[in-house]
């Protein structure tokens, strides 16, 4: 349990105005510069969210569940609590560090997002675990050189980077440039997201299914998600801190 709690926290979110979205069929062909700008301005819009959510971890032969609770301050930190009955992990992402404690192994682990980079053989910053939750590009779509890729109804983009040895892929809903998978690959590793079930709120949309899975080598992670925006007000409530006596783990 305590490996897959720290895969997942290293992997990683009912109101009125909350509208169920279908994908329909409307697709034409535009530009690549096209298709970026939609996407683009695209991005959802908020200051604050909080989130609830039913996580299913399937790692190799075993099979983990538990609930999350996470809020979000749009581009400074986020906060996830696991809990099955009881509290089993707190974990706190900020611009420089990734931080976690888990309780039953009276464990915890603080770093940065390096680890996160070499494993994917690319940039991973706190933005990419913010738009894992809201359903965006984890890498910077204005920093590498993207070509179209031949889809029957759906809009992609393949980029190639680190000399060709990484490959990026997105795959765009072409009703409303929502994201479908986004994938990063390369010799060793992979990790692909899929989004489902997306949420109009305002006008923005949010995803209400999201399902990764990560490979390294011979190991697979899969981590389905189940997410219900329950709180967009802004809370102050991000309080973090290691209890003592806990041992600290190296990756």
Known sequence: ???????FSLLLIGCKSLKNTENKPDFKKISTKSLL???INKKPEFDFIQIRSQATILNNNSKNQFNL????????????EGSVLIPLFKAFFTKNSLDFYEKISKTY???????????LNNDITFNSFQNIFLGQPITDLESNKWKQSKLDSFYGLEAQINNQTTTIRYVFNPQNFSLNTQSIASKDSSLKIAYDGYYLIGQSFFPGKIKITSINKNQKLEISLRLRLVNTKQLDNFFFKIPKGYKEIKL
């Open 69 to 80: 609770g996470i809020k979000i301050k749009k581009d400074d930190k986020i906060l996830i």
């Open 37 to 39: 700008s939609q996407v």
């Open 109 to 119: 682990y603080k770093g940065d997002y390096k680890y996160l980079s070499s494993f």
């Open 1 to 7: 349990m305590k490996k897959t709690i720290l895969l």
